[in-house]
């Protein structure tokens, strides 16, 4: 295989599907969403939540024409206290947790509480503008289980999954990737890879001086969730399609995307499952930078 990037799914395959994603926490910090490519090339709407206002307000001040951002934390509807952390990317509905946060460099600091407000949280099912999206999207420090035990409805309409998940409990009773893994299973999806993953050292060792190194204690990472391959059958035609779109262009999830494409041949009497192979077989999978 060349060192070349896969062309986007639309282009590759000659479709014209356009997928609709809900990102919830959508704060403008950190890295790029894996959504970009998708929403640059037109080929994706994005419904995003972020009730932080100056958040809100960057994201506001760059968006493009398939982008809308709402100021809602996103929760299960009742009336949450936010903790608001000397990071603020680290402020959650949860409380920090002290007993974890000080085994690692850095968060006994960025976890530090240095206020609170009340805050109305809304849940995703009484958003209409969230029904029928192809994808959910979150990040909200550790309240991803509860938005998403309040999203049931959005869930059966969804394809994929994306949360960022724990294996540490950084905060007070926060529900772990095998809670989360449970309850999505218990949904209809399946786990399909981490992306990325985050490690970190334990205290006093330190890595090349840089205290967002990490060993081998994984800490956290973004979990991506896909319904059932083994029951493809459940989705439609489009449903089929809009899964194996964002797949490509936003995981490279070549060989998934095969499999969902011979299906919908399957159906429909084409080859565009073969055709896309014989395409990709030329561009392997780039390698991604894993956030720190």
């Known amino acids: 295989m060349s060192q ?34 998708m929403l640059r090339s037109g080929n994706a709407d994005i419904l995003g939540f972020e009730p932080d206002p100056e958040a809100l307000a960057a994201l506001e001040s760059r968006k493009g024409p398939y982008e809308t951002y709402l ?32 085994l690692f460099h850095g968060f006994p600091q960025w976890g530090e509480v240095v206020g609170t407000r009340e805050v109305d ?17 979150l990040d909200i420090q ?30 007070v ?17 399946v786990f399909h890879r981490f992306f990325p993953q985050v490690s970190r050292t334990f205290q006093p060792v330190i890595v090349n001086n840089n205290v967002y190194s990490g060993l081998g204690q994984l800490v956290w990472a973004d979990a991506v969730f896909v319904k059932d391959f083994t029951r493809l059958d459940r989705l439609s035609d489009r449903q089929l399609l809009a899964l194996s779109s964002i797949l490509h262009d936003c995981y490279r999830s ?4 095969y499999l969902l494409l011979r299906e919908l041949d399957r159906r429909q009497g084409r080859t ?3 055709a896309y192979l014989a395409a990709v077989q030329s561009a392997p999978l780039p390698q991604f930078n894993t956030r720190q």
Request: aromatic residues 6%.
């Open 254 to 257: 070549l060989d998934l995307v």
């Open 173 to 189: 009773d926060q529900p772990l990737f095998s809670d989360v893994e449970l309850f999505l299973r218990e949904q209809g999806f």
């Open 272 to 274: 565009v499952a073969d």
């Open 71 to 102: 100021p809602h934390a996103v929760g299960d509807g009742r009336r949450h206290t936010l903790h608001l952390c000397a990071m603020p990317e680290m402020s959650s509905l949860l409380r920090p947790n002290p007993p974890f946060l000080n």
């Open 121 to 137: 949280t809304v849940r995703l099912d009484d958003i209409p503008a969230a029904a029928g999206a192809d994808m959910l999207k």
């Open 4 to 37: 070349q990037t896969p062309l986007p799914f639309n282009a590759l395959t000659g479709t014209d599907v356009r997928v609709r994603i809900v990102d919830v926490g959508a704060s403008p910090e950190g890295n790029e969403p894996q959504y970009l490519q």
């Open 142 to 171: 550790g309240a991803e289980l509860m938005a998403l035990r309040n999203a049931v409805g959005c869930l059966r309409d969804a394809v994929i999954v994306q949360a960022e998940v724990e294996f540490l409990p950084l905060y």
